[in-house]
């Protein structure tokens, strides 16, 4: 019922809709290029899917930085989470997300919510897996004219794995590792009839590594449905449902401003505590129709229901022989349904050929989110001082006295939020002439927000209307390099990515508006080998208020800019190279360094073919240190170095085994803190064998 008041409440936005896709279907055009089709291998983005660009554009010719990692690259790689791709990712680095969510820092900017599914928003704070997907898309930069509000230092894009007509399929893949990990993974497609296919997909992970208590388990389900309609028009179903449920690890405190490495073997959380669930099913509906050879309209919607808890207790203090304990309970559930459409239409205009984007979004969230602190019998608050045991033992404090924590006794706070949000843009890419290419546009979002604090007993409002410019400028030097200019804006309101708080003085303030100016250079060296280069610029404008004049003013916010290096393809038949390097800086409004953004990033994944049978491979990755706080020199990150390698065998035309190991080195290393005293430790070596088998 709820959703249907939505769209009944949304109306006209749905007539806008309609209408763009309607006139969609009866445009016609005299031009005579046509729409592309191309293959997705990582360089070209192939234009029969709802990918993040929306458009048919080579790499080549697109004015921003980016990386594609095909299915191929995720099984070869071992790459099983968003946080295992970032580290092969130039300008990308992990963040720890405090044990329970994927949360990456784009070009020094850290986000939880800017990951989207078939371009369509996926902020719901969990681990992503990989068991249905068919690639990942990280794009870099500002892009709130293709994605709206947030994507102020990048997005990283999951597409989906569809149901294929005239097919049929399937692959088991199953795995174990020297940590007693293992993991399952179905995939099966099948044709119902001439004009339509199903297909299954399904993954059962068992979670271990090397920290004590740490384990889990993951479900996946997702089968899909395609039909084709007629000729020019096709419909995808996909329903998907999870289930996780996995232990939070909040790493290990430091001492004289770096992880003290002599806890490397403690945890300090509870067995029976520190745990994270989610539960969700999204249903997504994708239709798409081919108007004619130059353009093409989709309409999609998707509907979710999430489930989300986490619960932990983390080290806030430490004095070298005791260590002061903290936690919460935090449970969420989040009910979001959008609808997109869009229609992009290739013509020629004189001598010039455009490609024009036009789409509007509209989405409707609920958020309901309570957090209850620890709250110790011994304190009568939310923090204990205990000795350091392996393993912890929270039923004694460091002075001998029995204590219980009560995560019901102390109510932090309680929220419920409405947030409705209405986007139109678009965008035309002109190709001027061989050598000279343009692309313009923009976005309107329309971001209302509603949070009601119920333990408070007061509610806040915002309502932001935003326009978002985006431009770039593209000199084809030959056919095959490409340099080019881009800019581009986005803004995050006020209220946060996850939406739970929204207090007064935040209700009066305008979104801070990320601006970015890039310089590239895109050289395709070969057919298989692609390279880019580029120099961006970026600065966060955050408004303030002055509570004695009453009037508000923009102000210098972070400040970051860096230089981009990516080469991936190959050098020849036989060997495969993906080489990344990122050198970053920034300045915070108060003059300092930014938390989490390493001076340097350097990877490196070259796999060589022995045989048509049997090949290895060698990753390097490298991370420069950083600080763990804003403007804190003196607390700091090290820097580290890992190598991996791995080992294919194709034991049949459908049978392959893989084996990954990574650290091979067994280096102590430590990949991000989220705070002073919460310092991930790295996974030592760890082996895992794979075996696919076709049918």
């Known amino acids: ?100 969510r994927d949360s990456v820092v784009f070009r020094g900017v850290r986000s939880t919510a800017d990951f989207f599914l078939d371009g369509l928003r996926d902020d719901v704070q969990y681990y992503r897996s990989f068991y249905n997907i068919e690639q990942v898309e990280i794009l870099r930069g500002p892009n709130a004219l293709l994605f709206g509000r947030g994507g102020t230092g990048g997005i990283i894009n999951r597409v989906t794995k569809k149901a294929e007509l005239g097919s049929k399929f399937g692959s088991v893949d199953f795995a174990f ?39 889990g388990d993951r479900l996946g389900i997702n089968p899909t449905y395609t039909r084709k309609l007629s000729d020019k028009t096709t419909i995808d179903l996909s329903y998907e449902y999870i289930d996780h449920e996995r232990f939070i690890d909040r790493g290990i405190p430091t001492i004289n401003g770096r992880p003290d490495r002599s806890l490397k073997d403690v945890v300090f959380g509870g067995a029976d505590v520190n745990t994270t669930t989610v539960e969700a099913s999204i249903f997504r509906g994708n239709l798409t129709h081919e108007i004619s050879d130059t353009s093409k309209a989709i309409f999609t919607i998707q509907s979710s229901d999430f489930e989300k808890m986490y619960r932990n207790y983390y080290a806030s203090g430490y004095d070298e022989t005791l260590v002061t304990m903290d936690g919460y309970f935090d449970p969420t559930e989040r009910q979001n349904l959008i609808i997109s459409s869009n229609f992009v239409n290739e013509l020629q205009i004189g001598n010039a050929v455009h490609t024009i984007l036009v789409g509007a979004e509209m989405i409707d969230t609920e958020n309901e989110n309570f957090r209850y602190n620890t709250f110790w019998s011994t304190t009568s608050d939310d923090n204990e001082i205990f000795n350091i045991t392996r393993p912890m033992n929270f039923g004694i404090n460091s002075a001998g006295v029995i204590t219980t924590n009560d995560f019901a006794a102390d109510l932090n706070n309680q929220t419920t939020s409405d947030i409705e949000v209405t986007s139109l843009y678009i965008q035309d890419q002109i190709d001027l002439s061989e050598r000279w290419k343009f692309m313009i546009g923009g976005r309107v979002d329309n971001f209302d927000i509603t949070v009601v604090d119920i ?6 409002s915002r ?35 996850q939406y739970k708080k929204l207090d007064a003085n935040a209700a009066r303030l305008d979104p801070d508006v990320f601006e970015n100016s890039e310089f590239g250079l895109k050289w395709d060296i070969s057919d298989a080998l692609s390279m880019t280069l580029s120099k961006f610029d970026s600065k966060q404008v955050r408004a303030s208020y002055d509570n004695e ?36 800086n920034g300045e915070t409004s108060s003059g300092g360094k930014p938390r989490e953004l390493p001076g340097h990033t350097l990877s490196l994944w070259a796999m060589y073919d022995l045989s048509d049978n049997f090949g290895y491979a060698l990753g390097v990755t490298q991370q420069g240190e950083s600080n763990i706080k804003d403007n804190n020199s003196a607390l700091v990150l090290p820097g580290y170095s890992r190598i991996d390698f791995a080992a294919f065998y194709n034991l049949s035309s459908d049978v392959t085994v893989r084996l990954n190991v990574e650290n091979l080195m067994d280096k102590l290393y430590f990949p991000h803190s989220h705070s002073t005293h919460q310092a991930s430790v790295g996974e030592p070596l760890n082996a895992r064998l794979s075996i696919t088998k076709k049918f």
């Open 455 to 460: 333990k408070a007993g007061s509610s806040q």
């Open 463 to 497: 309502d932001d209307s935003e326009f978002s410019p985006r431009g770039g400028i593209i000199f084809k030097a030959r056919e095959n390099m490409s340099l080019y200019w881009s800019y581009s804006e986005s803004f995050l309101p006020r209220s946060g990515e």
């Open 549 to 584: 004049t009453g009037e508000s003013a923009e102000i210098r916010g972070t400040e970051i800019d860096g230089l981009e290096l990516e080469i991936k393809g190959k050098v020849h038949e036989k060997l495969y190279v993906a080489f990344g390097y990122s050198n970053l």
């Open 1 to 100: 019922m709820r959703y249907i008041n939505t769209l009944l409440k949304y109306k006209s936005l749905l007539f806008i809709l309609f209408l763009i896709t309607g006139l969609a279907f009866t445009t016609k055009t005299n031009a005579q290029y046509e729409i592309e089709e191309v293959i997705v291998e990582g360089k070209i983005l192939h234009s029969d899917k709802v990918l993040a660009l929306k458009t048919p554009v080579p790499i080549i010719n697109v004015p921003q930085s980016l990386s594609i990692f095909t299915e191929k690259n995720l099984k070869n790689q071992g790459l099983r989470e968003i946080s295992d791709i970032v580290k092969y990712t130039p300008g990308v680095n992990s963040s720890q997300g405090e044990g329970h």
């Open 177 to 215: 590792d020297s940590f007693g990990a293992s993991d399952i993974t179905l995939d099966y497609n099948v044709n119902t009839n001439s004009d339509s296919a199903f297909r299954f997909m399904m993954h059962v992970d068992s979670l271990e590594n090397h920290r004590d208590h740490y384990d």
